[in-house]
Nanobody, 122 residues
Framework: VQLQASGGGLVQAGGSLRLSCLAS????????LGWFRQAPGKEREFVVA????????LYADSVKGRFTISKDIAKNTVYLQMNSLKPEDTALYHC????????????????WGQGTKVTVSS
């Protein structure tokens, strides 16, 4: 498995969740990593990306100030800390790996993990 996402769940509005994306050693060291989300009936939407070195990030306007992406080099894991969650954040969240940074286009990502479901109740 190249990418494995986890950490989704059900949370009330205003609450927090932390998603994890475990990457293979090869991908973690060679690709930018990002999170996208897809709500039922909608297209996959860019959320955030972090470059290979971890020093640069790009956030969607809808999550700025609420979500934070980070990398744990020792664990080959990227985290998405989500605070002040809103019902509109409800979606299936996917982590992906891209040889490009920054990019918000899903078709520029080469590898995808399975999704982890986030549900925010009002």
């Amino acid at each position: 498995v190249q990418l494995q996402a986890s950490g989704g769940g059900l949370v009330q509005a205003g609450g927090s969740l932390r998603l994890s994306c475990l990457a293979s050693v090869r991908i973690f060291g060679s690709y930018a990593l990002g999170w996208f989300r897809q709500a039922p009936g909608k297209e996959r939407e860019f959320v955030v990306a972090i470059n290979r070195g971890g020093g640069s990030t790009l956030y969607a306007d809808s999550v700025k100030g609420r979500f934070t992406i980070s990398k744990d080099i020792a664990k080959n894991t990227v985290y998405l800390q989500m605070n002040s969650l809103k019902p509109e954040d409800t979606a299936l969240y996917h982590c992906g790996a891209s040889s490009l940074f920054p990019t918000v286009r899903a078709d520029r990502y080469d590898y995808w993990g399975q999704g982890t479901k986030v549900t925010v109740s009002s």
